[in-house]
Structure formats: C-alpha cells, structure tokens
C-alpha cells in the first residue's frame, strides 16, 4: 500500500537559520511528490513537485526538496528560514493508478515554528 | 488564478441534521475532490469526482455523500451529522495541462453538537 509519513509534529527554528522538513514514502514504482503548504486559517497551497529528472526541485518562496530514491525521502528544505514561513507542512505522493486525475495521499503534517 | 470557492467558513450543526457544504470552481476544472482534515490524521480523501454526475468513493467515504451536476459544483451532503463528523472540511480542484496540481478552498469548520 501506498503511504507517506512526515516523522516530526514540528520542526523549531530561528529565523537566518536553515531548515528541513522531513518526508518519507512507501510507493510501488517511481513515486510523483508533491509538498503544500497551509498557513493559518488558509487552504493548501502548492509548493513544488518532483516528477523525474533532477532530484532537487525547486519551488515557489524559495523553498526546495530533494529527493532521494534510496532512502525513500523527499525532505522540504530552505537555506534561510524567515518568521513568515511559519505554517503547516504536509508531504503528498500521487495514488498508483489514478492516472491525471490528481488523486494524492497525504501526510499527517508538520508544523514549522520560526521564530525571530 | 484558479478560485475555489467555500460556502461556509464556520459551520454549526446539530447532531441528525442533514449538512450541505458547497464548493464552486472558477478554472472549468474536471477533478474535484472533498478532503477531511484532522489534527495528526493530515487530509484524508473522502469524495473525488472526474466529471459532471461521475463521482468516485476515497478513503473514509462512509456517512457522506456527494452531487456534481454542474462542472464548477461540487457538493458534500453530511445526511445525518453525528459529533464525530467534527471537522474542517477542504474542497480542491484541478484539471488541464497542470492537473496535478491541486487547488483548494479555504476550508469550512464544521462543529456537530
């Protein structure tokens, strides 16, 4: 079966200071994986994916994620956290089979904390 | 930029209640999915539907029910609330070129009591 696990509730940081969220798969085959990001009182928003081809993606608020086959993880990472990005983070991979229809399993969600 | 559209932010209901949450999409869009956020549980898909009238059953879609007979609507029908039914509920979208990328609504907070 498919899952995504994101192993931390939350992830502390001080502001200046580089951070990492982290995300692991279970996926049969080569995974799609997406993160989005929720801040309060908001929707998910879409981050950045990784599809194939280079294993740095890179996306939208100067975040980026690695993907790392042989270990099965995708981590957010961005070199200089700002209080901004203080939100709610969740890893997602595509449904096997769902072919474009957009169908994604989530993580639980991490919570990242900067603070000034 | 796509608008996906929720009726409600904050929703009150009593327990046996029948619920209707609403969602509306701006982009002509032909997925639309109903998630059901809970702390720790991250979003689980209860409803996903790929075109008018078509719809398909995600993870948790026991008590709930869903209606797309417009391709910019999609509704979730709570037919009989019940307290565990406690909820934010996330409406998303997408289709096109881009369709893997989702589109979501701000959310509905819907307290059973």
């Known amino acids: 079966a498919q899952s995504v696990a994101q192993p931390e509730d939350q992830v502390n940081v001080a502001e200046g200071n580089p951070l990492t969220v982290k995300c692991t798969y279970s996926?049969?085959?080569?995974?799609?994986l997406f993160w989005y990001v929720q801040y309060p009182n908001r929707g998910l928003q879409f981050l950045l994916k990784?599809?194939?081809?280079?294993?740095l993606v890179k996306g939208s608020y100067g975040f980026e994620a690695e993907f790392n086959k042989s270990q099965t993880s995708f981590h957010l990472k961005k070199p200089s956290a700002l209080v901004s990005d203080s939100a709610l983070y969740f890893c997602?991979?595509?449904?096997?089979?769902?072919?474009?229809?957009?169908?994604?399993?989530f993580g639980q969600g991490t919570t990242l904390q900067v603070k000034p | 930029d796509v608008k996906v559209t929720q009726s409600s932010r904050y929703l009150v209901k009593r327990t046996g209640e029948k619920v209707f949450l609403e969602c509306v999409q701006d982009?002509?869009?032909?997925?639309m999915f109903w998630y059901r956020q809970d702390p720790g549980l991250g979003l689980r898909l209860i409803y996903f539907?790929?075109?008018?009238?078509?719809?398909e059953k995600g993870d948790i879609p026991e008590g709930y029910s869903v209606s797309r007979e417009k391709k910019e609507r999609f509704s979730l029908i709570l037919e009989s609330a019940s307290t565990n039914q406690t909820s934010m509920y996330l409406c998303?979208?997408?289709?096109?070129?881009?369709?893997?990328?989702?589109?979501f609504g701000s959310g509905t907070q819907l307290s059973v009591l």
């Open positions: 998303a979208s997408t289709g096109g070129s881009g369709r893997e990328k989702l589109f």
């Open positions: 996926v049969s085959g080569n995974p799609y």
């Open positions: 990784y599809i194939t081809g280079d294993n």
């Open positions: 997602a991979v595509r449904v096997l089979g769902s072919g474009n229809t957009g169908k994604l399993i």
């Open positions: 982009m002509d869009h032909e997925n």
């Open positions: 539907s790929y075109d008018v009238k078509m719809k």
